[in-house]
Nanobody, 118 residues
C-alpha cells in the first residue's frame, strides 16, 4: 500500500520559515516526479514546486526565490523549505508522486496546514 505522509506544517508569522517533509512508503521515489501543491482557502489546488528523479526543479512564480524543493531518495523523502513566508502562502500543502512511465500511478498525501499570520 502506497502512503505519502506530510509533516512540518504549522503557524508562523510573516517573514518566517517552515520546512515540510513528505515521507513515502510502498514505493521507491527514485522513479517518481515529486511535486508539492497547495490549496488556499476557497481556491483551487495549485502547483508550488516539482523535482525529478535526477534533481531537476521547477517552481511556481510565487515560490521562486523563497521556496526550495529537495529530495533524499535513500530516505524516500521529499522536502519543501519555505522562507520569507507571506500570509498569501496560507494553504493546505499536499505532496504528490507520479511515476514517470505510467501517469496512472499517481499518489497524494493527506495534506498539512500552513498558516502565515500578518
Amino acid at each position: 500500500q502506497v502512503q505519502l505522509v506530510e509533516s512540518g506544517g504549522g503557524l508562523v508569522q510573516a517573514g518566517g520559515s517552515l520546512g515540510l517533509s513528505c515521507a513515502a512508503s510502498g514505493i521507491g521515489l527514485g522513479s517518481y516526479i515529486m511535486r508539492w501543491y497547495r490549496q488556499p482557502p476557497g481556491k483551487q489546488r495549485e502547483l508550488v514546486a516539482a523535482i525529478t528523479g535526477g534533481g531537476g526543479t521547477t517552481y511556481a512564480d510565487s515560490a521562486k526565490g523563497r521556496f526550495t524543493i529537495s529530495r533524499d531518495n535513500a530516505k524516500n523523502t521529499v522536502y519543501l523549505q519555505m522562507n520569507s513566508l507571506k500570509p498569501e502562502d496560507t494553504a493546505v500543502y499536499y505532496c504528490n508522486a507520479r511515476y514517470v512511465l505510467d501517469v496512472s500511478r499517481n499518489y497524494w498525501g493527506q495534506g498539512t496546514q500552513v498558516t502565515v499570520s500578518s
